[in-house]
Structure formats: structure tokens, C-alpha cells
T-cell receptor
Framework: NAGVTQTPKFQVLKTGQSMTLQCAQDMNHEYMSWYRQDPGMGLRLIHYSVGAGITDQGEVPNGYNVSRSTTEDFPLRLLSAAPSQTSVYFC???????????FGQGTRLTVV | AQSVTQLGSHVSVSEGALVLLRCNYSSSVPPYLFWYVQYPNQGLQLLLKYTSAATLVKGINGFEAEFKKSETSFHLTKPSAHMSDAAEYFCAVSLEYGNKLVFGAGTILRVKS
């Protein structure tokens, strides 16, 4: 099994550009989440989903959109990139019975 | 709502010394608690988890943690530090069947030779 796969691994955007970070999991997990990691702030929850067709906002949702059309995929869209969105983004999936989260390898995004 | 506080953003120990990383949680109901490790430029890997079975939880790489309800703590320990333990460690809390996993700010562990 591949687990949780994120693409791309690195991305540089100009201010105002839009893009989609991809996340796919092959473990049939219901729960999927997006986090951003900034130095000294741990991982902060952006958006999460408890199943296909259901999404909700986390701690820092502004400037990001998500959708969940399938169990496997949970893309994160940056609508109009800002320098404050420079960060490392992690996608995670969980099985609610086990509650352990499995993480992708991250996407390092720089907005200039 | 649940929350996590990790005391000490940086901890430095000598090789062979005890490792103690502190985590306190806040939760209105019995929580699930986790410790994750992150090596440079990598994702997060589960070290261990508490899911209300035993209060002393053993994880990978010789780490263990003890759930203390009276102190709302879940500190991570390892008797003897190795150079390979140098990484960032995150404590996290979740409610049973909860859809949010909340992380602490992380503790960077340095191991001196």
C-alpha cells in the first residue's frame, strides 16, 4: 500500500496565483485532514472531512477550499496565494475506529 | 474543545541520558493521546498512542509514555538517548471517534555526543 500520497513535494507560487495540492489515500479511511506546519506553531488544522461529500473548517481555513468527491481524494485549493501561506502542508487520513492518523510526506509551498 | 500544551520548545540531552518530553492536555471527556516524531524533511510517524487500555504505553524505538488523568499529562520518556533520536516530537489529542486531531507546538530534541 502507498498510504497517503501528496503532490507536488515542492511548489513556488507568485502572489495571487491559485493552485491545488493533491492528496490521495489507499487505506479506505473515512477521515481526511489538511494541516499546515509553521515553526513553533505545531500543526494547525485547515480543513477536514469525515467522508465523501462532507467537509468542515478547521482552525485556519481562510484562503483555502476543499472538496471530497471520493473516499480516496481530498484536494486542497489555494484561491489566491499570499506570502502568509508559505508553509509546509500535510495531508492525513484516519480510521475512526483506530484513531491513529497517517501522514503524507508534505508539500513545501513558497509564495513570493 | 481539546487542546495540548508541550512544555519546552527545545530539549537538549547527552547521549545515554534520560529523555523526558512533557505534554499536558485539556479535554472534557476521556481523550485519545498520541506522540508523533518528525525527522527533518519528512512526514510525521506515530511513536505511540493511548486509547484507554493501559496507562503505561510502550512505543517504537524504546519510547514510552504514561497517562496520568489526575495531572492531565502524557509525558514521553526514553531511558537512554541515542543520536538517532534527534528530531521534533509532537503530542496530539483526539476524542473517541472524534474528527479532529489537535497537536501541540512541538519539542525539538537535540542529543549531544
Amino acid at each position: 500500500n502507498a498510504g497517503v500520497t501528496q503532490t507536488p513535494k515542492f511548489q513556488v507560487l507568485k502572489t495571487g496565483q491559485s493552485m491545488t495540492l493533491q492528496c490521495a489515500q489507499d487505506m479506505n479511511h473515512e477521515y481526511m485532514s489538511w494541516y499546515r506546519q509553521d515553526p513553533g506553531m505545531g500543526l494547525r488544522l485547515i480543513h477536514y472531512s469525515v467522508g465523501a461529500g462532507i467537509t468542515d473548517q478547521g482552525e485556519v481555513p481562510n484562503g483555502y477550499n476543499v472538496s471530497r468527491s471520493t473516499t480516496e481524494d481530498f484536494p486542497l485549493r489555494l484561491l489566491s496565494a499570499a506570502p502568509s501561506q508559505t508553509s509546509v502542508y500535510f495531508c492525513a487520513s484516519r480510521n475512526p475506529i483506530n484513531t491513529e492518523a497517517f501522514f503524507g510526506q508534505g508539500t513545501r509551498l513558497t509564495v513570493v | 474543545a481539546q487542546s495540548v500544551t508541550q512544555l519546552g520548545s527545545h530539549v537538549s540531552v547527552s547521549e545515554g541520558a534520560l529523555v523526558l518530553l512533557r505534554c499536558n492536555y485539556s479535554s472534557s471527556v476521556p481523550p485519545y493521546l498520541f506522540w508523533y516524531v518528525q525527522y527533518p524533511n519528512q512526514g510525521l510517524q506515530l511513536l505511540l498512542k493511548y486509547t484507554s487500555a493501559a496507562t503505561l504505553v510502550k512505543g517504537i524505538n524504546g519510547f514510552e509514555a504514561e497517562f496520568k488523568k489526575s495531572e492531565t499529562s502524557f509525558h514521553l520518556t526514553k531511558p537512554s538517548a541515542h543520536m538517532s533520536d534527534a528530531a521534533e516530537y509532537f503530542c496530539a489529542v483526539s476524542l473517541e471517534y472524534g474528527n479532529k486531531l489537535v497537536f501541540g507546538a512541538g519539542t525539538i530534541l537535540r542529543v549531544k555526543s
